[in-house]
């Protein structure tokens, strides 16, 4: 799976992501994810919202996924 179609998934579900996806082989990726929609969640909810824009690519095409989530005043600290 291409790093584009991840994003584009991710943006489709939280319209106001910075997203940057880095891979080596199309099949483990590491996702960062800057959103004002995180304000006030825990982590586990941050990441929960990133996975549910995911949820059948996790099934079959995305072997693994690291995430960092954080808020716009998190990514400039």
């Given at each position: ?24 082989d ?16 825990s ?12 949820r059948?690519e ?20």
């Amino acid at each position: 799976m291409q790093p584009s179609a991840i994003q584009t998934l991710i943006q489709n579900e939280i319209p106001d992501a910075k997203i940057t996806i880095a891979t080596n082989d199309n099949i483990h990726y590491h996702a960062t994810v800057i959103s004002a929609r995180f304000k006030g969640l825990s982590k586990l909810k941050q990441h929960r919202l990133v996975y549910n824009a995911l949820r059948e690519e996790l099934k079959v095409k995305i072997h693994a996924l690291q995430l960092t989530t954080k808020t716009p005043e998190e990514s400039t600290a």
